[in-house]
């Protein structure tokens, strides 16, 4: 057995995508796994493929049918083919990234005004507002994967006194909004229905088209984020 | 070609938006690829050019330069200058020319097809239009009365006075040959990763009975009115890959069909997948009306996309060769 083999299942989503999962959960050294693999294959792309993505705990990859089946053995299925590539693949060691994550510190403004659910959020949790800033800025959190829209960071994981659900019916976000859900915190790239705590708004662009940089965050990174007034907020 | 009348949901799109999804950017792309592809194989295009998508009512559109045009996918009785038009055949129009649609005879989602393609920058490798991102396509965002759409120039075009000319030959296939011909279309899915969740019973009403269509249903997904199915686990799934046509378990037990332009991961189970090969068809369905499952495998799965990427071969062979010969006769 390779040392370095997580147990996982890869198994199809539709006949033109595929997942690999190593389990169900939410798990730090999983996904460290799950970031080294998707680098792999995106440094060393499988013929066919046409996207390639992580998740907390899996990696799903869509692919041209009829490509990957030329390149197969002709009776294989095109799912078989991709799965015995991606077995090969599991079975090659993971490199790891030798360079410290990026460390992206975000200012986020915890006025009223840029958080609908604040108030109600600090008397569930029976905390201040500046302790609820205290906390959400204290830890430096990891971008866990991106999804559900352009740019949105699941970032993770909160400290306990700051774990809050979702709202159970979804309410339309401002673009830059900061929040929390379970023990997840993240921020809406654009205005969407969402149903995340709102705590806070930054005035970062987090989706920027047309842009250098169109898209903030990446997998992996570091986040902090920084308390700033409204007065700074308008001047940002 | 100018739009003088926006419609409904008119919007450009392509085979949609690869390789960004590790960024959250979805896909996007026509809901019904198949009839995209025939649309632009009539007007002598790669099958995977932009087009117009279209629902109804759809928009009204004057051409500011002769064109060759084709469309395809839903019938939506389109008239040129008010001569009624056959659907799924080239045709040559010249500047001034004036394309409406009267009423919707079948399918929801229609397409024009311009030879050469539409004068548009990529964002990110893709023509779509980002709806939600506001990005791709003509300015992020659906058409809008006055919006001009900037055509490549015909290379050449016939010498004739007279308005418009429908060319003598047609694809003699649509979305909707794809299933049996049913009052009520079958469409075939694999069993998800968390098909074992369900119950027998569920399990059992999945194939046996019709399900409606809601009327939430939008190019992100459609809603079905099901009975509420029941699953033997509560276990929370955390969030992953989805796909087009996967079928998603709401918590009140009701499912959900990813379409065009559904989100890169999901956190709900996924119980099964509408195969590629049906896709089209799901496409045209409309809210209200009724649909029913299958279970198939990921080998019928394959073939069956295989033989219908075979057949649009065909056709793209046939029409370029018959476009060939139109241009040597009669086109300068």
Redesign the interface.
Known sequence: MNKYLLPYTI???????V?I?FG???NDSINKEVINR?HQI?GDPIPGV???????????L?YD??KV?KNGINSA???ETIKKILEARMLMPVIEHLTEPRLVKIPVCYETEFAPDLHQFLIIKNITKEELIEIHTATIYKVF????????A?MGEVNEKIVMPRKSKPKMVAAGSVGIAGKQTGIY??I?PGGWQIIGRTPLKI?D??QKE??LL??GDHIQFYSISKIEYADY | MRIIKEGILDSIQDVGRFGYQYLGINPTGAMDKYAMKITNILVGNLPTEAVIEMHFPAGVFMFTQPALIAIGGANFSPSINGDFIPHLHPVMVNKNDVLQFHKPVNGSRAYIAVAGGFFLADWMNSKSTNLKAKSGGFSGRKLLKNDILKLYPLKKYPDHHHSFTVLPWKADTNWNHQIEKTEIPVLDIIPGNEWERLTEESKKNITTSSIEISQQSDRMGYRLNNIPLATSTGEEIISTGVSFGTIQLLPDGKMIILMADHQTTGGYPRIAHIISAHHSALAQAKAGDKIRFRISDIETAEELYIKQQQHLLQLQNACTFRLQEYYKRFAK
Do not use: C, H, W
Not at chain 1, 11 to 17: C, R, S, V
Not at chain 1, 145 to 152: K, Y
């Open positions: 198994f199809p989503i539709g006949d033109n995508a997942t999962e169900n959960t939410i998707f995106q046409i996207d390639v993505f992580p998740s907390y705990s899996s990696i799903t869509y049918l009829l089946k299925t095109a799912f994967m991106i999804g559900f829209l352009p740019g949105f699941y790239p654009l969407s989706f088209p047309g169109e898209i990446r997998t």
